[in-house]
């Protein structure tokens, strides 16, 4: 039997927010869960591998990815343990662990360090504006060169190595053997949750969330390629130019709700918010507005005498890719799908 880890409750509590003493291990998180099965039971035993410090087992589990937060464990625990926190708390603890940088633990558990960081990215744009001696057009072409090589280099050097990293810890040291041909059948797995997270509507009363969560994936990732491989600032096509325009409009549309709902503290999900998912939320939603208005700018002519837009866009797309995507809220999005996809192979 693997040894009580007392300690390992504090180091959660850097992560978020979850009372052990509250929790008794009634049960009834687990009961009220609809996407709770007899085969995949969750959050009572993953709040009982939390309070005797059973990492080995956390890591190699898929139960925390499999809980999409509704919160209904949360609304019905007799004792306001907050159980559906500790899922989320759990996610980010784990892609810390996936994370072979650590920078990610590092953000998760230090706001300060993270303020810090941003504010070197966006002190490194004004220098490196500074050294173009505000050129805006060798400026945004170094944004686009930019983009394309962040989404190389973030994907091959940080974010494949994690995977293989989750895949090792729910795979392979389990010693699971796995025949090639379920790694390859399994793939639609991965592309259907990737797009859609389907999973969601399995939550009670969670279609209008499902259906916010798609607009906005199918909205980010063809603003994406719209900007990235398309070229949006720079093509003189209507189709393209509009298509961006609707894009992240959908984009910051979407966003302010998530952060009405934030600030209204109206549903179980919104009522306890980290700095990531302050960061993740604004940051997206920035992300958005900035594009839209750099993009209206330049069809006004405007751009040319306001380069500050286009700067304060760039710095907000840089700590967006270098720090958010790599290391924030953005990898549960990643890891989810591919969490499916391993359910899927294992059968």
């Not at 850097?14 to 709770?36: E, M, R």
């Not at 609707?246 to 984009?251: D, P, Q, R, W, Y």
Request: hydrophobic letters at 50%; charged letters at 15%; one cysteine or more.
């Amino acid at each position: 039997m693997a040894p009580i880890n007392t300690a390992f409750g504090k180091e959660l509590k850097k992560y978020g927010g979850f009372d052990f003493n509250a929790c008794y291990n009634c049960g009834t998180c687990t009961a009220v869960c609809s996407l709770s099965t007899e085969e995949d039971s969750f959050p009572r035993e993953m709040v009982r591998f939390s309070v005797l410090g059973l990492k080995n087992d956390i890591k190699s589990s898929l139960k925390p990815w499999l809980c999409y937060y509704c919160g209904q464990c949360s609304m019905y625990c007799p004792q306001n343990a907050n159980p559906a926190e500790l899922m989320m708390t759990l996610r980010r603890w784990l892609i810390s662990q996936y994370d072979w940088t650590r920078l990610s633990g590092l953000f998760y558990r230090s706001l300060p360090v993270t303020i810090v960081a941003m504010l070197l990215l966006a002190m490194g744009v004004l220098v490196y504006s500074i050294y173009e001696n505000f050129n805006l057009e060798r400026i945004m072409h170094t944004g686009h060169t930019f983009e394309m090589l962040a989404i190389a280099s973030v994907f091959v050097i940080i974010l494949l190595p994690n995977i293989i990293r989750m895949w090792y810890f729910i795979i392979l040291k389990p010693g699971l053997k796995i025949p090639l041909i379920r790694y390859v059948t399994g793939l639609w797995e991965l592309v259907v949750h990737m797009f859609t997270q389907k999973r969601t509507l399995g939550c009670d009363d969670n279609e209008v969330r499902w259906f916010e969560h798609f607009i906005l994936v199918i909205g980010y990732l063809g603003l994406l390629f719209t900007t990235v491989f398309l070229n949006w600032f720079f093509n003189e096509s209507l189709f393209i130019i509009i298509l961006g325009y609707v894009l992240s409009a959908i984009i910051f549309t979407i966003t302010i709700i998530f952060i009405s709902e934030r600030i209204r503290k109206t549903k179980e999900i919104s009522k306890h918010s980290q700095p990531s998912d302050w960061t993740f939320v604004t940051w997206l939603f920035l992300m958005g507005l900035t594009a839209f208005a750099v993009r209206l700018f330049i069809d006004l002519k405007l751009l040319d005498n306001n380069i500050w837009l286009y700067l304060f866009h760039i710095i907000i797309l840089v700590q967006w890719a270098l720090i958010i995507v790599p290391f924030g809220k953005w990898t549960h999005f990643l890891y989810r799908s591919f969490a499916m996809y391993f359910k899927k192979i294992r059968g």
